[in-house]
């Protein structure tokens, strides 16, 4: 909130009475006469911006107070700029006439200027002739002289094409193709300013022309770009700096203006192949005396390229550029931030040539040697995985059509950056972003992608906040039929790989000698020979190996302390999430086969989890609402696993300790477990069921539960007693012994409290289910329908039936209650 004094201003604003205001106009505008602005004056235009800013409606300024106001925006001090141009924003829209630039005046643009003006634009037609006016700006000026607006123009007309492309014409693109080639290609080669010659009689003769140089200091031999230094810079310098900043949007978004020229630029297309394939014969031959230099045939492309179109040739100019980069970066830099310059260029670079080579497919074969001749070079140094992202976006865009083996790339991208560089936010970002752009890409052409998760979730585990929204787009792509199972384990064993990511640093920072690391039993475990294949396995990178590990519980106890590692709790908190998106996917690909495993591993994992109480009891949440989604959709699942959902729900201490998922378990044999269902159920099957379930009821209801453990919720003695008259509504030898036991516990129940239920609501609840479901037994047939009704009974559709009564009674019913 403000300050007093600052609301006490505020309202002294708001509350300013229209003869003071004006008052205040006619002193500012005497303010601003002279040629000097005081402080006062100063003083006075933020006060006025305060008085404009702070009312939700709109003032108009005096003509005078806003002309001289506009005319601040041609000072050279920015203060001046900015605060003239924050009160002209509170007058908008402006009549026209305040801020108005004609050809002769646009040498004083600026960039504050300039946002006044495309935010004065109040059509398409008017933006569309502001960027007329900027282009012929740009044809007519000459780099003699004081060229400062310049600077701002490519800035602007960037502003605009992204915004608003369609404002341009195609006359608009040609003329800035055309001075895009010039400040790229033909920037001058000495430095700005001149250099002194030396010696005692020095003066402006004696000045010489000193030549640009190369980071490593050398004299430069070719064109100049950004990777040139020198002590000063010329305006056509600069320009060359502003265009290679935009010369990949403009490549990107300047095929959104209009062209009716195709059949003449198919033929321009064709004479550009021709021309490219004249010189890079000349190319060729000239490479061997200049021992395989970029620049001889750089050299011999540029003659033939002044007979291409616009377009064109600035893709070909633009392919020069990028590979003088390239062969500029192998220089090495004295200065550690020109390193990094190199690092952002040879980024930029390699993008532009993606560019380039999906407009003019031609290009391909002349710029991958010098692809993958910079990939040979930056592949083992890790510092540049940032540069070799793009070159893996253009082995992915190209690599298919030039006929190029990409297995190294993808053994680096999808291998060893994920596995040692797990820890880098940006590299995650950038990896992840990347995966995410190219997810049709990479399950098409790269088979290594859905194999590489086991290296991919390690960006997970180690800063699950940032990168889970990642993952919620990835993860569907990465379930197949071949890796579900490693997948759900490698899930479940998240917080698990988050703690062996942190041992695995420590181990590294803290050497054995240390004695600050022995404190950690953890640490000394990951250290341990004897467990080191338990931590090898979570760290493996790819999957294959095998879908989990036997010593499950081992590793969890060696892990304990790690629970409450603020790292390893974050990262159990998106696994059900995750778990959710895996199940939504899996039953897409997955057969009968394959679900059955997955029941299993559901039923065998409930108890193999990483002790952390509140990942457990979401984990054994999600993976009850997932069972029953499973069984409803392939019902005959129950069958194929009724061994082992009869071994898990004849286990009285699952009752206690996985209540969540024993119930839905028990619910599922019940409701499933049927002829109905599955032509394969037997009476014997069902009477087996029914004995497991029997005996699991009668241990809890008559006695306590076991030391250290609450008493069985009420929903899973419901559950029980429902399935079990379930069971025996399907097979009638059984309902003597359901009505035995339920008569029974309405007699025990009589003489007070019991042992297995503490609360006396929740007791008289599970009575009153019981009597329920004695009254239904007593028909049989009744009981069935009531118990496991038909599917035309559950989900009716009789108000869309025609052959029956209902839709004409509905309509009936329609017409009465609304008049007419």
């Not at 080669?189 to 002194?196: D, E, F, K, L, R």
């Not at 190209?398 to 590299?427: I, Q, T, Y």
């Not at 059900?576 to 039923?603: C, G, Q, R, W």
Request: aromatic share 8%; proline share 5%.
């Amino acid at each position: 909130m403000y300050s007093h004094g600052s609301e006490s201003l505020i309202k002294q604003a708001r509350e300013i009475q229209e003869p003071e205001l004006h008052k205040f106009y006619n002193r500012l505008v005497k303010l601003l006469q002279g040629k000097e602005l005081s402080h006062e004056a100063v003083d006075s235009l933020q006060r006025l911006h305060l008085i404009l800013s702070v009312t939700k409606y709109t003032r108009t300024l005096p003509p005078e107070l806003q002309k001289r106001v506009a005319s601040l925006l041609l000072l050279p001090a920015e203060q001046l700029q900015v605060l003239s141009s924050a009160v002209l924003r509170e007058t908008l829209p402006l009549s026209g006439q305040e801020v108005n630039y004609n050809q002769e005046n646009l040498g004083q643009l600026n960039s504050h200027a300039a946002a006044l003006l495309l935010l004065q634009a109040g059509s398409r037609a008017d933006l569309s002739s502001f960027c007329a006016q900027l282009l012929r700006s740009l044809e007519s000026r000459q780099f003699e002289g004081s060229n400062q607006s310049l600077t701002h123009t490519l800035p602007i007309l960037n502003s605009i094409l992204t915004h608003s492309p369609e404002c341009l014409t195609e006359d608009h693109v040609t003329l800035l193709s055309k001075k895009l080639v010039d400040w790229l290609r033909y920037a001058s080669i000495t430095q700005g300013g001149g250099a002194s010659s030396g010696g005692f009689f020095t003066g402006p003769r004696s000045r010489q022309p000193v030549p640009i140089a190369e980071l490593d200091g050398t004299v430069s031999g070719d064109f100049f770009t950004v990777l040139c230094v020198g002590q000063g810079f010329t305006d056509d310098q600069w320009m060359n700096v502003y265009s290679f900043s935009m010369l990949r949007h403009w490549l990107l978004t300047y095929h959104s203006v209009s062209n009716g020229n195709s059949t003449a630029d198919t033929a321009n297309r064709l004479q550009l192949s021709l021309s490219l394939s004249h010189s890079h014969s000349f190319s060729n031959d000239d490479r061997s005396e200049v021992d395989g230099s970029v620049v001889s045939m750089l050299s011999a492309t540029s003659s033939s390229s002044r007979l291409l179109p616009p377009k064109e040739r600035l893709r070909e100019k633009a392919f020069q550029y990028c590979q003088r980069l390239i062969e500029q970066s192998d220089r090495k830099a004295h200065k550690r931030t020109d390193t990094e310059l190199q690092k952002a260029c040879l980024v930029e670079a390699v993008c532009i040539l993606d560019c380039v080579c999906v407009e003019d497919a031609s290009l391909v074969y002349r710029t991958f040697p010098c692809i993958k001749a910079l990939f040979g070079r930056l592949s083992s140094d890790l510092s540049f995985a940032r540069v070799l992202l793009p070159i893996a976006q253009f082995y992915l865009n190209h690599g298919e059509m030039a006929a190029v083996d990409c297995e190294s790339v993808w053994k680096l991208v999808l291998g060893r950056f994920p596995a040692e560089l797990f820890n880098d936010h940006f590299l995650a970002h950038e990896l992840l972003r990347f995966l995410r752009l190219n997810l049709q890409s990479l399950q098409l052409r790269v088979p290594q992608y859905t194999h590489s998760f086991p290296n991919l979730l390690k960006f997970l585990a180690w800063n699950s906040p940032a990168v889970v929204d990642d993952f919620v787009d990835l993860l569907p792509s990465l379930v197949t039929a071949g890796t579900a199972v490693e997948l759900l384990h490698s899930l479940l064993d998240l917080p698990c790989l988050s703690a062996t990511l942190v041992l695995q640093l420590r181990s590294i920072s803290l050497p054995i000698s240390d004695t600050s690391g022995h404190g950690l039993q953890s640490l000394d475990a990951f250290r341990n020979p004897s467990f080191r294949g338990l931590f090898l396995f979570l760290l493996r990178g790819e999957s294959g190996s095998g879908d989990t590990i036997d010593r499950l519980n081992t590793l969890h106890e060696l892990l304990t302390e790690a629970a409450d590692w603020p790292r390893v709790v974050q990262c159990a908190q998106t696994v059900p999430v995750l778990l959710h998106i895996y199940f939504n996917s899996v039953v897409t690909v997955a057969d009968e086969k394959l679900l059955s495993h997955l029941i299993l591993v559901m039923l065998e994992r409930s108890s193999l989890l990483l002790r952390i109480p509140k990942y457990i009891k979401e984990i054994h949440r999600v993976f009850s609402f997932h069972l029953l989604r499973l069984c409803k959709l392939r019902p005959s699942l129950v069958v194929d696993q009724s061994h082992e959902l009869l071994e898990f729900a004849g286990a009285t201490a699952n009752v206690y300790s996985k209540e969540e998922i024993y119930m839905h378990v028990v619910w599922v044999l019940g409701e499933y477990l049927s002829v109905s269902c599955d032509s394969r159920c037997s009476v014997g099957l069902i009477t087996s069921c029914f004995e497991a379930l029997e005996a699991v009821l009668f241990e809890v209801t008559s006695s306590a539960p076991p030391p250290g453990a609450l008493c069985p919720a009420p929903r899973v003695v419901t559950t029980l007693m429902s399935a079990l008259a379930k069971l025996a509504s399907r097979s009638h030898d059984l309902i003597p012994r359901v009505s035995l036991f339920l008569s029974k516990l309405r007699t025990v129940t009589r003489s007070g409290s019991v042992a297995w239920c503490s609360d006396e609501e929740d007791l008289v609840t599970i009575v009153t289910r019981g009597e329920e479901l004695w009254s239904l037994l007593k028909a049989p047939g009744v009981a069935q329908s009531v118990l496991s009704p038909p599917a035309h009974v559950t989900a009716p559709q009789w108000h869309r039936d025609t052959n029956v009564a209902m839709p004409l009674l509905l309509r009936a019913l329609t017409n009465l209650t609304h008049s007419q």
